[in-house]
């Protein structure tokens, strides 16, 4: 079989290789000849190198079926270590993980909602070095420190507008902030997309696949990985599920227009109409005095999963509107699988898993040739920071540097 490394350079085929044996989890020598269609020299020659700079680790032998053992390869997970943070208005999330992505350091600390930048960012730098240090995490050790914000990139510097809404983070420099306060490498991404290749790098996806994955907080985002790469679009915005058009007549979107996605089925408008309901809201004790839509939008979901029926209809309606605009994102971009990830799904993520899987079992085109499997995150609440980790992780290790 002719290689589809062929070609590339030397780094880049051993970025390939250890790619592969991070999606295969663990893997024989032969296994990665017949997979990447290198030569079995040229296999052994790699995987000695990623042995010597300590990458991978040799773990045990499979059952032999008649021929020679074959000693098995896998990730050496406690030889290096990334830090995810997310940030968002109520709180802000950090995590400590090793290669695989499995977290050996978290906190939570006091969201950025209403302080200065530089104030956050000292922040920041400083839970950064508590938590490596309670991790017992060297310097050596570090790739570096992802970072998910909410917001859009400006083109064509890539440099992330870390909140649209609040005009003193667009002109801040977050990267370069606390890159020079940790002394590390540090990168600032769109927390949706964070959450793709997370899902891409935790959730052990071949390289080959096309995964979207859709984030929800109090509205939706989308990070699509198409091929192991991420796709950007021509400004780095590509990816704005919130604002496609789901019903012209339907409530005002943020954006000026009327029934974006977001409009329609986001935890705002869920909670809107929730609040709206007089039943629902005594029931449920919504819009007190400190109420937030994320806090509201959990009690909502809460009775929902209890089946409450008021509840469950907004919860039913708000996936009927994201599933049928993920049948046309199928159509559009030919999925393998989509993955639903981020704290609006908690609790009522199946009711979202199962809806969009029955409306692309029915209106799905490219259904007809093969299926697009919806599964929901296993990161849990934290898949912005596990995936600004995982973001790190990637561009440092993995073949692609998008
Ligand atoms: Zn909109």
């Given at each position: 079989?002719?290689?589809?490394?062929?070609?590339?350079?030397?780094?880049?085929?051993?970025?390939?290789?250890?790619?592969?044996?991070?999606?295969?989890?663990?893997?024989?020598?032969?296994?990665?000849?017949?997979?990447?269609?290198?030569?079995?020299?040229?296999?052994?020659?790699?995987?000695?190198?990623?042995?010597?700079?300590?990458?991978?680790?040799?773990?045990?032998q499979?059952?032999?079926?008649?021929?020679?053992?074959?000693?098995?390869?896998?990730?050496?997970?406690?030889?290096?270590?990334?830090v995810?943070?997310?940030?968002?208005?109520?709180?802000?999330?950090?995590?400590?993980?090793?290669?695989?992505?499995?977290?050996?350091?978290?906190?939570?600390?006091?969201?950025?909602?209403?302080?200065?930048?530089?104030?956050?960012?000292?922040?920041?730098?400083?839970?950064?070095?508590?938590?490596?240090s309670?991790?017992?995490?060297?310097?050596?050790?570090?790739?570096?420190?992802?970072?998910?914000?909410?917001?859009?990139?400006?083109?064509?510097?890539?440099?992330?507008?870390?909140?649209?809404?609040?005009?003193?983070?667009?002109?801040?420099?977050?990267?370069?902030?606390?890159?020079?306060?940790?002394?590390?490498?540090?990168?600032?991404?769109?927390?949706?997309?964070?959450?793709?290749?997370?899902?891409?790098w935790?959730?052990?996806?071949?390289?080959?696949?096309?995964?979207?994955?859709?984030?929800?907080?109090?509205?939706?985002?989308?990070?699509?990985?198409?091929?192991?790469?991420?796709?950007?679009?021509?400004?780095?915005?590509?990816?704005?599920?919130?604002?496609?058009?789901?019903?012209?007549?339907?409530?005002?979107?943020?954006?000026?227009?009327?029934?974006?996605?977001?409009?329609?089925?986001?935890?705002?408008?869920?909670?809107?109409?929730?609040?709206?309901?007089?039943?629902?809201?005594?029931?449920?004790?919504?819009?007190?005095?400190?109420?937030?839509?994320?806090?509201?939008?959990?009690?909502?979901?809460?009775?929902?999963?209890?089946?409450?029926?008021?509840?469950?209809r907004?919860?039913?309606?708000?996936?009927?509107?994201?599933?049928?605009?993920?049948?046309?994102?199928?159509?559009?971009?030919?999925?393998?699988?989509?993955?639903?990830?981020?704290?609006?799904?908690?609790?009522?993520?199946?009711?979202?898993?199962?809806?969009?899987?029955?409306?692309?079992?029915?209106?799905?085109?490219v259904?007809?040739?093969?299926?697009?499997?919806?599964?929901?995150?296993?990161?849990?609440?934290?898949?912005?920071?596990?995936?600004?980790?995982?973001?790190?992780?990637r561009?440092?290790?993995g073949?692609?540097?998008?």
């Amino acid at each position: 079989m002719a290689s589809q490394y062929r070609g590339v350079t030397a780094l880049e085929t051993h970025a390939a290789i250890l790619d592969l044996i991070r999606s295969s989890g663990v893997v024989s020598r032969t296994e990665l000849v017949d997979r990447s269609g290198l030569t079995g020299a040229t296999i052994t020659r790699i995987i000695r190198q990623l042995m010597q700079d300590g990458l991978v680790v040799e773990t045990g032998q499979a059952e032999s079926t008649g021929g020679k053992p074959r000693t098995l390869i896998q990730l050496n997970a406690a030889a290096r270590a990334a830090v995810g943070i997310s940030v968002e208005d109520l709180g802000i999330t950090y995590v400590v993980v090793d290669l695989n992505g499995k977290v050996i350091e978290r906190r939570t600390t006091k969201g950025s909602g209403g302080r200065r930048p530089i104030t956050v960012t000292q922040q920041m730098a400083e839970e950064t070095r508590l938590l490596l240090s309670g991790a017992g995490i060297d310097s050596g050790d570090l790739l570096g420190v992802g970072v998910a914000v909410k917001g859009r990139q400006d083109s064509p510097y890539r440099k992330l507008r870390a909140d649209p809404d609040a005009a003193q983070w667009e002109q801040f420099d977050l990267e370069h902030t606390l890159g020079s306060a940790l002394a590390t490498s540090v990168i600032v991404d769109n927390d949706s997309i964070c959450a793709a290749v997370g899902e891409f790098w935790i959730g052990r996806r071949p390289p080959t696949d096309n995964v979207a994955t859709v984030y929800m907080t109090d509205g939706f985002g989308l990070g699509l990985m198409i091929r192991g790469d991420v796709y950007r679009g021509a400004s780095g915005n590509a990816g704005q599920i919130s604002h496609v058009l789901v019903d012209p007549d339907g409530p005002q979107c943020e954006c000026g227009r009327h029934g974006c996605l977001n409009a329609m089925a986001g935890a705002v408008r869920i909670v809107e109409l929730a609040r709206g309901d007089t039943d629902l809201r005594a029931s449920l004790r919504l819009g007190r005095t400190g109420a937030t839509v994320r806090r509201d939008h959990e009690k909502v979901a809460a009775a929902a999963a209890r089946e409450h029926p008021a509840a469950r209809r907004l919860i039913d309606a708000s996936a009927q509107h994201l599933a049928s605009v993920l049948v046309s994102l199928t159509n559009l971009m030919d999925l393998h699988s989509i993955v639903l990830a981020g704290p609006g799904f908690a609790g009522v993520g199946e009711i979202y898993v199962d809806t969009a899987a029955e409306q692309l079992r029915r209106f799905s085109y490219v259904g007809l040739v093969h299926a697009t499997e919806v599964t929901l995150s296993e990161t849990g609440p934290d898949s912005a920071a596990l995936g600004a980790a995982s973001l790190v992780l990637r561009s440092r290790l993995g073949p692609s540097r998008s």
